[in-house]
């Protein structure tokens, strides 16, 4: 059974990091996209950021380039999200998704249906 376990969340001033981490256990797939994904009160769920497990390559969404940075650890089999110069309006809960026999795109990062398995999420609290 394949299981996301997001961690590292938490309230920072703006300006300030965190990195969020996704552990991932159960995997048997050669060829995924696994990705971070946000949604605040209100709004409707977004995507943030993609890792392709095929070719390494990242994947970003606009609001976010410059700022953030996903890596992947195999040996940890984690997924990583370091947050940088964090904004009140990223205040959302961040949760990763993995999409199995996906490699990464950006259509990716707005379409969910491929994500066939998700974390539960961890809360980023931006202060002003």
């Known amino acids: 059974e394949v299981q996301l376990q997001a961690s590292g969340g938490g309230l920072v001033q703006a300006g300030g990091s965190l990195r969020l981490s996704c552990a991932a256990s159960?995997?048997?797939?050669?060829?995924?996209?696994i990705g971070w994904f946000r949604r605040a009160p209100g709004k409707e769920r977004e995507g943030v950021s993609l890792?392709?497990?095929?070719?390494?390559?990242?994947y970003y969404a606009d609001f976010v380039k410059g700022r953030f940075t996903i890596s992947s650890d195999s040996a940890e089999n984690t997924v990583y999200l370091q947050m940088n110069s964090l904004k009140p309006e990223d205040t959302a809960k961040y949760f990763c998704?993995?999409?199995?026999?996906?490699?990464?795109?950006?259509?990716?990062?707005?379409?969910?249906?491929?994500?066939?398995?998700w974390g539960q999420g961890t809360q980023v609290t931006v202060s002003s």
């Open positions: 998704a993995v999409a199995p026999r996906y490699s990464g795109s950006d259509y990716l990062l707005n379409y969910l249906r491929p994500y066939e398995y």
């Open positions: 890792f392709s497990s095929s070719d390494g390559k990242t």
């Open positions: 159960g995997f048997t797939f050669d060829v995924y996209t």
